[in-house]
């Protein structure tokens, strides 16, 4: 698959990544403005403004969209790979009063493995846990987690979930997602992950995490993949 190939993958994280990102999602928002709610499509350009986000359009947009519906579904929401806050925001918008776990070392990505083909830097990603606690602190009942996922979990209260987003880029931290989640998904909900298509550390977690499951992998448009709990 020519997304996968290593000259594309090794722009991840630079300037040249987000102006790559700005523009494409400049002519998505274009094409959105066509037939969606400007209330939506409004809230994905502000979110482009006030943070560093690493979404397309029209991936901030799923998140949205998926996180609204799953919002009427009985759980609590999540979300691993915070960064500078920008997919956070988007699901903060609709989770109306609902517990978000937000995880992050907010030190960046941990050593990526094998199964990652060399494609990140260790600390790759490092953002402002202050930052985005400030940026995120119009809306109750949102949860910073700050640390390696999934050690940063285990002194949380069990609970369970109907939306758990996605974005760590790596094969250990998107098996980590997928172990700790998977059991504690109810029924309906949905795990939604970015870079599915497009970093092959995370289709393979997929792949090999989801061999001995019922549930079918479903894949998006966009680079992401979700997955319905049975
Ligand atoms: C691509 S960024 C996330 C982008 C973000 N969702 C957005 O809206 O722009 C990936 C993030 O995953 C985090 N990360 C990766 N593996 C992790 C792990 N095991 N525990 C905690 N954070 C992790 C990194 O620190 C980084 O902030």
Known sequence: MWMKSRRFQRLGGGRLERM?????SRIQLMQLGGHKDPKITGLIRQVRRE???LLMANEAFMVYS???AQSKRPGA???VGVFDGGSARMTCDVKGDKELHLFDTFEGLPQSVEQDRDVHRKNQYTSNFDSVKAY???????FLHKGLFPDSAKGLKEMK????HFDVDIYESTLGCLEYFYPRMNPGGIMLSHDYS???GVETAFTEFLADKPEE???LPTTQCMVVKL
């Open 20 to 24: 790559g990102i700005g523009f494409i």
């Open 198 to 200: 497009l970093l092959a």
């Open 51 to 53: 943070r560093k986000s």
């Open 217 to 219: 992998l479903i894949e």
């Open 66 to 68: 998926i996180a609204r």
């Open 77 to 79: 929401f999540a979300e």
């Open 136 to 142: 995120l602190s119009d809306f109750e009942n949102v």
């Open 161 to 164: 979930f109907s939306f758990a």
